[in-house]
């Protein structure tokens, strides 16, 4: 059984940096791709960030950008989300999502991912 766990949200100030963690069980981890959502309030969650299991090529979403980057510790099966820079706009509750099948084509969509976890909320405000 998949089970996927975040970890690291929490309430920071507009500038600041958060670590999100994702660990993952019950996979082969080096078989999965693995991506960041976020849902803010009253918005439908979007793409964050992936990493390809297969090119190890690291898509982000335009709106983070030279601030976030994703990376994957396939030793500790976790996948991180480093935040830096954080603006107001980042508040959301962040997901993390595998798959062993997803094309490249659709790292970016939610439908690519099999998995999900219960998320993690970040909030930033002064």
């Known amino acids: 059984q998949v089970q996927l766990v975040e970890s690291g949200g929490g309430l920071v100030q507009p500038g600041d940096s958060l670590r999100l963690s994702c660990a993952a069980s019950?996979?082969?981890?080096?078989?999965?791709?693995m991506a960041w959502f976020r849902q803010a309030p009253g918005k439908e969650r979007e793409f964050v960030a992936a990493?390809?299991?297969?090119?190890?090529?690291?898509p982000i979403a335009d709106s983070v950008k030279g601030r976030f980057t994703i990376s994957k510790d396939n030793a500790k099966n976790t996948v991180i989300l480093q935040m830096n820079k954080l603006k107001p706009e980042d508040t959301a509750v962040y997901y993390c999502a595998a798959s062993a099948t997803v094309i490249m084509s659709q790292l970016r969509a939610q439908s690519g991912y099999r998995h999900w976890g219960q998320g993690t909320q970040v909030i930033v405000s002064s």
């Open positions: 019950g996979v082969t981890f080096t078989r999965y791709s």
């Open positions: 990493i390809s299991q297969r090119t190890g090529s690291t």
